[in-house]
């Protein structure tokens, strides 16, 4: 069965719309559990004596980030593996991101669309996945 996927994504979560030649539909939402950056507890500067010793160095923080967006790209790619079409689009860096990885995972051979598009709720995210593929189809009809 050939199936389509959605997936509108930032750092913080994805959307995942799986569309099937049988017109079935699933959502699914993938959280990341991220932090972009921890700050101070109260966001304010301390006046003790080796304040700075109480704060992570910043390549530290930018070590997590980085690992726990490695295991949310993972959850993303699995999600979306039996896919032979795959639209990313959202408003920041994660869609080139998640595009770069599927193609050094050797899983670029599925037709990528990416597209910038702003934060979207979960039924805007599905209504757009379905236009983009209706267009498509729509344009490969009239091709032939």
């Known amino acids: 069965m050939k199936t389509t996927v959605g997936l509108w994504i930032d750092h913080k979560k994805a959307v ?20 972009k950056q921890r700050g101070r507890s109260n966001g304010t500067r301390s006046t003790a004596s080796f304040e700075s010793q109480l704060v992570q160095e910043d390549d530290r923080q930018q070590r997590g980030f980085t690992k726990h967006l490695a295991v949310f790209y993972d959850e993303v790619l699995t999600s979306i593996q ?17 595009k770069k990885l599927m193609e050094q995972n050797n899983r670029g051979e599925k037709v990528v669309t990416l597209e910038t598009a702003d934060k979207m ?24």
Request: charge should be negative; glycine fraction near 6%.
């Open 16 to 35: 995942v719309v799986t569309l099937s030649d049988d017109g079935e539909e699933t959502t699914r939402q993938i959280l990341s559990n991220v932090e």
């Open 82 to 98: 039996n896919a032979q079409t795959v639209l990313i689009f959202g408003p920041g860096e994660a869609k080139g991101e998640l």
């Open 121 to 144: 709720t979960d039924a805007q995210v599905a209504a757009e996945v379905r236009s983009h593929f209706k267009k498509s189809r729509q344009t490969v009809t009239s091709i032939k």
